[in-house]
């Protein structure tokens, strides 16, 4: 075997052991989202319920629906059943991934005329700064003068210790992009089915009428009944959310979806030293890996040696 070879052989021998010991730590993706999965005694007639989600952390949350005027009712579907949902290309699918097509029941519709109703979600624990959405869809509007035609949507927040959000903490990372269409979108088997196939670009108004709220009614310049939707990624702690929805006159219905982050992959932990070994500070799998190095280069070195004695 020429020497040239066994020199070649053995530094293969080296990096590959090296290679062997190496590791990475894998994080979830920023912005990495699980959607809020919805349910009650009888979904069909839902005042009332819970909403879990995949962050254990968040573990999730009860809401009641409680009408104050009107009326209405509470149901809870799936997005391929209403035809809506959000894909990646509009702004709360880039924060927490396309929520359809799917089949789970992750919305909550709210629907009746001329109503007034309020929904309230407690969370468990106090959703950390930054990790929950509140998206709302199927804000219409029918006349072009006189926004109580429309579906009007007032959002308020409290934190753990009962202080209010300010509008701004509300609005959080979705400033600037609060209103969307979720027709807005490539026309292609991703594309909600309510679209009917074209893209729509209405969106609803936003308003904060007070310091600690923020309101959003459909356009009353365009008459608009499909995927104009609002949506909220709030920059503080929330422990409970409050959903003030108002129909004009008409039957009319609105949809609640909510989304929280998910937390990071925790990187894999060093192995511990070898029970049977004592503790020198020394690293068993370095320890390990140089032997076998040691072992490979010496079994060349023989086999060299051999070689030149025939």
């Given at each position: 075997m020429p020497r040239k070879f066994l020199v070649l052989a053995a530094a293969s021998v080296v990096a590959s052991a090296l290679g062997f010991g190496a590791s990475s730590a894998a994080l979830a993706s920023p912005g990495d989202g699980t959607w809020g999965t919805w349910s009650a005694t009888n979904p069909l007639d839902a005042p009332s319920g819970r909403i879990t989600f995949g962050n254990t952390s968040v573990v999730g949350a009860d809401y009641t629906f409680v009408l104050n005027s009107g009326s209405s009712t509470a149901s809870i579907e799936s997005v391929s059943a209403a035809g809506e949902w959000f894909t990646a290309e509009t702004a709360p699918g880039a924060w927490a991934g396309a929520n359809g097509p799917s089949v789970?029941?992750?919305?909550?519709?709210?629907?009746?005329?001329?109503?007034?109703?309020?929904?309230?979600?407690?969370?468990?624990?106090?959703?950390?700064?930054?990790?929950?959405?509140?998206?709302?869809?199927?804000?219409?509007?029918?006349?072009?003068?006189?926004?109580?035609?429309?579906?009007?949507?007032?959002?308020?927040?409290?934190?753990?210790?009962?202080?209010?959000?300010?509008?701004?903490?509300?609005?959080?990372?979705?400033?600037?992009f609060e209103v969307f269409n979720f027709c807005n979108v490539t026309v292609n088997a991703d594309m909600p089915t309510d679209c009917g196939g074209?893209?729509?670009?209405?969106?609803?108004?936003?308003?904060?009428?007070?310091?600690?709220?923020?309101?959003?009614?459909?356009?009353?310049?365009?008459?608009?009944?499909?995927?104009?939707?609002?949506?909220?990624?709030?920059?503080?702690?929330?422990?409970?959310?409050?959903?003030?929805?108002?129909?004009?006159?008409?039957?009319s219905d609105v949809r609640l979806a909510l989304a929280v982050a998910q937390d990071p992959t925790p990187p894999t932990p060093p192995t511990p030293p070898s029970p049977n070994l004592p503790d020198t500070g020394v690293d068993v799998g370095v320890v390990t890996l140089s032997a076998g190095v040691l072992g490979a280069l010496g079994a060349f070195a023989l086999l060299a040696a051999h070689r030149r004695r025939a």
């Open positions: 789970t029941d992750n919305i909550l519709t709210l629907s009746g005329a001329a109503a007034n109703a309020t929904t309230t979600i407690t969370f468990d624990n106090p959703v950390p700064a930054d990790y929950l959405a509140l998206v709302v869809s199927d804000l219409d509007s029918t006349n072009a003068s006189d926004p109580l035609y429309s579906d009007r949507v007032t959002i308020t927040a409290t934190t753990s210790s009962g202080a209010s959000l300010t509008s701004s903490e509300l609005q959080g990372s979705a400033s600037g074209a893209v729509a670009t209405a969106v609803p108004v936003m308003q904060t009428p007070s310091a600690t709220s923020v309101y959003f009614f459909g356009n009353i310049a365009v008459s608009s009944a499909v995927g104009n939707s609002a949506w909220l990624a709030p920059s503080a702690e929330v422990k409970t959310l409050t959903i003030v929805w108002s129909s004009y006159a008409v039957l």
